[in-house]
């Protein structure tokens, strides 16, 4: 009877091929031993083991024993080390080829399965990444395949782990699902070991005062942390520069490697405060020898405090210059008022304290001061014109010239009984006024609107009197009167 062998299963083939050799190697089978046919022994049950003859295209040939060829499909060995003629392995037969007749076999399941026996949770193995997905990263360990989530990649958190393919990690096996043939590893716990054992072999090596290098790994509103060789120290923004610095990143970022010196050591709370600026010359050194009293120099304004405004005159050196001597002429109420942030002004130095870091400035220094000579030209008993300014309770103040204020008391405003400043002068009005006293120390000069009628007009040029209450009689009780 002729049977087509296309029409062979070849599960079941296979099944038949097994049972009848059990325990019969390929050299018996050949006529042949081992030492004749040069052809390796029969291993475990299943498994035959053969000589690489030939790599053509995309498959490899095997001589298993006798004529007996098979074939291995040539992705199968790992690209860095491909098969080489002569090489011995063992393989897992697949049944035979309906085309070509010989037999199909596998090398990868052979080592998959010894690689199945060898593993173990919380063992550090290497294993090379093969891919990526959305969860993380695919791996090989020596043919069987892994799983790392993308949490358990790195102590840092990455955005893109393609630059992952390819490499080798050392990871540790975190769990096995035979049935399932599932591993995970994580590479993050290799990390985190090496880092805190780093951490306890430096922490015996620190000390306060000395300079270590290191690299910023991260930046937050208020300093920057910097890894000083495995264990991690934060440098605070008031001590990355001299100069004032509106955030970190203005001084440092991410990546960067910098010196630093370590300023305070806390290894019970494992805190580190570590200095930058320490490691340069302090400006304020050197200030008494540059800046004198008396000095004009440029500067340019940073902040605008409600009590003045902050001035840099080289980087790590500040003046303020104090509200109340900002102008001469204009009367105050804020900094803004006069100067804005980034502003370049000329200032002068009104004195300096080195040891408490500040020096006052004054703006209005480097213009003439209008109360210069001011008891002359407005001489107690003289008659001056001004302009009503501001009118408070117990008085008005009349501006005589830009920069110079006098006060016309409520008592000084008419020779009658005033109740209200407004019913006098209001705010704008240009008046008549003798000046009653000139006190240059306090900067003020007393006015009075009382003007001699003979030498400034008629008296019906005077405000009119304030009418006169009269006494009622109250009458008598019972309607009798005196």
């Known amino acids: ?34 030492h004749e046919s040069g052809n390796p022994h029969t291993g475990e049950r299943g498994r035959i083991r053969g000589r690489i003859v030939g790599v053509r295209d995309h498959d490899v040939f095997v001589d298993y024993g006798g004529k007996a060829e098979g074939f291995i499909a040539l992705d199968e060995f790992e690209p860095e080390n491909p098969p080489q003629v002569g090489q011995v392995f063992e393989f897992i037969p697949h049944g035979f080829d309906r085309d070509s007749g010989q037999m199909r076999l596998s090398l990868r399941e052979t080592r998959t399965e010894a690689d199945w026996d060898s593993i173990r949770v919380g063992d550090t193995i290497e294993a090379k990444v093969t891919g990526t997905n959305i969860g993380g990263l695919e791996l090989s360990i ?6 790392m989530p993308k949490s358990q990649v790195d102590v840092e958190r990455h955005e893109d782990f393609h630059g992952f393919v390819g490499r080798r990690l050392e990871c540790e096996i975190t769990e096995i699902n035979r049935r399932g043939r599932n591993v995970l590893v994580s590479r993050r716990r290799v990390l985190e070991r090496r880092l805190e054992e780093a951490r ?32 991690e120290g934060l440098l605070h923004v008031s001590d990355m520069s001299y100069a004032r610095l509106s955030h970190p990143r203005d001084m440092v970022k991410v990546g960067d490697e910098v010196d630093v010196q370590i300023l305070k050591l806390d290894l019970k709370r494992n805190r ?69 942030p ?47 300014t501001r009118i408070a309770p117990f008085g008005a103040f009349i501006q005589l010239e830009e920069g110079i204020e006098g006060l016309a008391h409520i008592s000084e405003l008419s020779h009658q009984r005033v109740n209200q400043v407004g019913d006098v002068v209001k705010i704008g009005d240009v008046v ?16 009075s609107l009382k003007v001699a009628p003979d030498q400034h007009g008629p008296t019906d040029q005077l405000p009119e009197p304030m009418p006169q209450r009269k006494d009622r009689k109250r009458p008598l009780r019972g309607g009798l009167s005196w």
């Open 1 to 34: 009877m002729d049977v087509n062998p296309h029409d062979l299963d070849d599960d079941a083939l296979k099944r038949e091929m097994e049972q009848a050799l059990d325990g019969i190697s390929p050299d018996t089978l050949s006529g042949s031993t081992p």
């Open 272 to 340: 580190i405060s570590l200095g930058l600026k320490q490691l340069a010359p302090d400006p304020w050194n050197l200030v008494e020898a540059n800046y004198r009293a008396g000095a004009t120099i440029e500067g340019r304004v940073t902040r605008l405090m409600e009590f003045g405004a902050f001035v840099e005159l080289e980087p790590g050196i500040e003046g303020l210059i104090p509200i109340s001597e900002l102008s001469w002429t204009q009367r105050v109420k804020h900094p803004k008022d006069i100067v804005s």
């Open 342 to 388: 980034g502003d370049h002004v000329r200032v002068s130095v009104l004195a300096v304290d080195a040891e408490r870091r500040r020096i006052s400035l004054s703006l209005r220094a480097m213009s003439e001061d209008p109360w210069q000579g001011a008891e002359e030209r407005y001489a107690v008993d003289s008659v001056v014109k001004g302009a009503v």
């Open 142 to 147: 020596h043919g069987v395949r892994a799983f």
């Open 200 to 231: 306890e072999q430096i922490k015996g090596e620190l000390a306060e005062g000395e300079q270590r290098h290191g690299v910023v790994k991260r930046i937050v509103d208020f300093g920057a942390f910097v890894d000083i060789g495995g264990i």
């Open 432 to 447: 008549e006024c003798r000046v009653i006293d000139v006190k240059l120390d306090q900067r003020r000069i007393s006015l």
